[in-house]
């Protein structure tokens, strides 16, 4: 019952912008930690940013801070991604995650309970 459906990827090139969005049904998504991680084929899922539930509260790997701003929207049980001055190593599929209740670091993709199908996000040159 519970589904994050991930959309807004595709095709841009170096130095462009791309939005991500993540909605969100199945679950009380105010009470919920949203993140993002991506995966690059061959490469282990890498966290990039989370934001509380509070939704006051961010943190991103450092390979995206200053390029990259998560937001949510509580009414609209909608977690984006802004991604900007994108590069190729930007280039992985996208996946929003949900938690709840967890203690682990949020940057620890095993604390989240519920993850979306992807997007594919491509960089090109």
């Known amino acids: 019952q519970v589904q994050l459906v991930e959309s807004g990827g595709g095709l841009v090139q170096a130095g462009g912008s791309l939005r991500l969005s993540c909605a969100a049904s199945?679950?009380?998504?105010?009470?919920?930690?949203m993140g993002w991680f991506r995966q690059a084929p061959g490469k282990e899922r890498e966290f990039v940013a989370v934001i509380s539930w509070v939704g006051s509260n961010a943190d991103y790997a450092d390979s995206v801070k200053g390029r990259f701003t998560i937001s949510r929207d509580n009414v609209r049980n909608t977690v984006y991604l802004q991604m900007n001055s994108l590069n190729m190593e930007d280039t992985a599929v996208y996946y929003c995650?949900?938690?709840?209740?967890?203690?682990?670091?949020?940057?620890?993709?095993?604390?989240?309970?519920?993850w979306g199908q992807g997007t594919q996000v491509t960089v090109s040159s």
């Open positions: 995650a949900a938690r709840f209740r967890a203690t682990q670091k949020s940057s620890d993709s095993s604390s989240y309970n519920y």
């Open positions: 199945g679950l009380t998504f105010s009470y919920y930690t």
